[in-house]
């Protein structure tokens, strides 16, 4: 590769000197990826197993995506919530068509998702209902009432006050849940998955009891699909995985297959509760993200990914479960589609910064979980040979 680029180096002092240093991040400038491939500015080629942090689904530079941008580009980059726009229409029919025939709100992130979906819940119920119970280990986004909505106190150090009428639930404890219920409660949130929270499937019959709960009491339940969402768990969301129908949805990361993008799902009968002008986002569902979204819905039928990813998930879970008999610090192996969390007995980052050195890209959360969110179009030999280079690193790891 001929070297137009800034050197690693010289692109981390840029950093020092001029980015806020809220990210921890790698010494390594990125700058061309394809697929499951990235390459940064010396040349160093990596398979990406975390690509985009869940956002490329599709790998990097998905080529329907790619095209459709850039002809949606020259055309119209941006027009005001205030205009009707077709393909922001045409978008939203599809999703409705692949979840529960609702409704879509549009923005940008899936921290404004949540705020939409936290707004539209306590707008539903009128003033006196306003508590919502969330999970855990949960991660919802960091603005100030996602944070609040994500339960784990390390976020809200020195954050305080935080935003009222949260509540919070042990993961999987349907006992507690009941016993927070009173009637001020609005809504219950939860992922249907935790992501950040460590690739954690939830004990069977828990999302099922969360919805007869919702029944019983008349609260809205809000499953936050930011990464379980547009088939990464080998379903179009994650709720289907499981069977069990939520009244809201939140969608971002992978929505627009690497292009920023967010929405809200929710049925026609709550719909209105988010009335005109109590709710926007000047962005959302703009031209370039709707025909991302567009491109990125119809190359997942094209091309066959949902059934990849069914076939993947499979070769991860036997795989890992084989490594997990001979690898003593393996302690859980959790797939779920294209999620793949790896629990081990001892801190990961070592792990995480040796598979670097390899060239193999993935993550640690919660501080011992290995967690993969590979793209749906990875191939086979892709995944045998990022596993390989996993498994080698983990049988050699010294604690
Ligand atoms: C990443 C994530 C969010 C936050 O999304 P942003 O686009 O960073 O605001 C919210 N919920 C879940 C489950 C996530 O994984």
């Not at 990125?30 to 956002?55: H, M, Q």
């Not at 921290?111 to 306003?130: D, T, V």
């Not at 890209?361 to 040979?385: F, H, K, Y």
């Amino acid at each position: 590769m001929d070297n137009q680029f800034l050197s690693s180096t010289d692109t981390v002092e840029l950093f020092r000197q001029y980015v806020v240093p809220n990210y921890g991040r790698y010494s390594v400038n990125l700058v061309r990826g394809e697929g499951s491939t990235i390459w940064d500015a010396e040349g160093n080629k990596y398979l990406d197993l975390f690509p985009g942090w869940g956002c490329n689904l599709l790998g990097h530079c998905p080529e329907p995506v790619v095209k459709a941008v850039q002809k949606q580009v020259e055309t119209l980059i941006h027009v005001p919530n205030s205009w009707h726009l077709e393909s922001q229409g045409r978008w939203a029919q599809l999703l409705s068509e692949r979840s529960f025939g609702g409704q879509a709100f549009f923005c940008n992130s899936g921290a404004e998702a949540n705020e939409a979906a936290i707004k539209l819940a306590r707008l539903h119920h009128g003033p006196s209902r306003y508590k919502i119970i969330t999970f855990e280990g949960g991660f919802h986004g960091r603005s100030l009432a996602t944070t609040t909505a994500t339960a784990q106190p390390k976020y809200h150090e020195g954050l305080g006050p935080l935003v009222a009428g949260f509540q919070y639930a042990p993961h999987g404890d349907l006992e507690a849940v009941k016993q927070l219920i009173d009637d001020e409660t609005c809504a219950i949130m939860i992922e249907p998955i935790q992501g950040e929270g460590g690739v954690r499937i939830p004990p069977a019959g828990f999302l099922q009891g969360l919805r007869q709960l919702a029944n019983e009491n008349d609260l809205l339940l809000i499953f936050d699909e930011v990464q379980t969402g547009c088939g990464r768990t080998g379903k179009w969301f994650g709720y289907q995985y499981f069977d069990v129908t939520p009244d809201v949805i939140t969608l971002a990361k992978s929505l627009c297959g690497g292009v920023a993008g967010g929405a809200m799902l929710t049925t026609a009968e709550i719909a209105p509760s988010l009335r005109p002008g109590m709710h926007a986002a000047t962005f959302g569902g703009n031209p370039i993200a709707s025909a991302a979204g567009i491109a990125t819905l119809e190359m997942i039928e094209q091309e066959n990914l949902l059934d990849n990813v069914a076939v993947l998930a499979e070769l991860f879970q036997s795989r890992f479960t084989e490594l997990q008999k001979d690898c003593q610090w393996i302690k859980q192996v959790r797939v779920a589609g294209m999620m793949v969390g790896i629990e081990l007995e001892v801190e990961g980052a070592t792990v995480v910064q040796q598979c670097l050195e390899r060239n193999l890209l993935i993550n640690c959360t919660q501080g011992n979980v290995i967690r993969l969110l590979p793209a749906m179009n990875l191939t086979t030999e892709q995944a045998n040979e990022g596993i390989d280079i996993l498994s080698g690193v983990l049988r050699d790891l010294q604690a």
